[in-house]
Every structure is written in structure tokens, then in C-alpha cells.
């Protein structure tokens, strides 16, 4: 996992990872999406990358070494333009690319975090499971 610091209005990678995530839940009530890394042979803990406050998403179901990337200025105004968000809220507002070996899509939301830890997979997240912030971003 490598966590690089963005800059002003040129795109650049601000997360990545080599591990496979996958489509993991929506939910329009809280508007959050989740991408997980399940544990594998090399990995015990899982890797998810939280979304809070989606407005608008496009996405494949499988990303494989993932890397999540800023836009330049006219690719998030294109976006934000397609999804309808008055230029009040822009500022606020995060544009972030999905670029991997399997596919690419972006996530427009308030926040985004990854979150390493816990090793339940299928069923729902333990609470009692210690799971640690490794990187987060606010718009």
C-alpha cells in the first residue's frame, strides 16, 4: 500500500495498492460505498476503502491493484457537470479516479478513507475487530 500527498489542480495518485478490491456494498440511505480487499495467503487483514457522501460513481465490480488518483481541473468539472452538482458545493467535493489493471471508474463524495483490519469477510464487521484509519481524505 502506498499513500502519496495530492497537489493543487494536477492529477496525481494518492493511494495504491497491489491487492484486488472488489465492489463490497452501497447504500443510498447513509450514501456510502464500500471497495474491499478480502485477507488472502499473503494477507491476513482486509483492506476497504470507505466512500461517505457518494453523489455519483462510476464503477466495475473488481479493481486489481488498485491505485486511487486525483483529476485535473477540467476532468472533475466535466464530472461534476454530468452529475448535476451546483458550483456552490464544488469546493467541498471530492472527484477521485479508480485506475487499476482490470478497469477504471471515479467516485464523487465528501470523504474517503482506508481503513485496514479485521479479518471477517462474508459476514457482517465485528465490531470487537481492531481496524485502523490508514489514510483519509475530506473535500
Known amino acids: 500500500m502506498t499513500v502519496r500527498p495530492g497537489t493543487g489542480g494536477e492529477a496525481s495518485v494518492l493511494f495504491a495498492s497491489e491487492r484486488s478490491f472488489r465492489v463490497w456494498r452501497y447504500g443510498s440511505g447513509h450514501s456510502q460505498l464500500l471497495l474491499r480487499a478480502a485477507p488472502d495467503s499473503s494477507e491476513t487483514e482486509r483492506l476497504d476503502l470507505l466512500f461517505e457522501g457518494v453523489e455519483a460513481m462510476q464503477l466495475i465490480t473488481r479493481y486489481e491493484a488498485l491505485e486511487l488518483h486525483t483529476f485535473d481541473d477540467a476532468e472533475s ?12 458545493w464544488r469546493p467541498h467535493r ?27 469477510v462474508l459476514g457482517p464487521d465485528d465490531p470487537s475487530e481492531s481496524v485502523d484509519v490508514v489514510w483519509s481524505l475530506r473535500g
Do not use: D, H, M, W
Open 77 to 88: 468539472e466535466r464530472i461534476f457537470e454530468a452529475s448535476g452538482v451546483p458550483s456552490r
Open 94 to 120: 471530492l472527484v477521485l479516479g479508480l485506475r487499476s489493471r482490470s478497469g477504471a471508474g471515479y467516485v464523487q463524495c465528501l470523504k474517503a478513507s482506508a481503513l485496514l483490519g479485521g479479518t471477517n
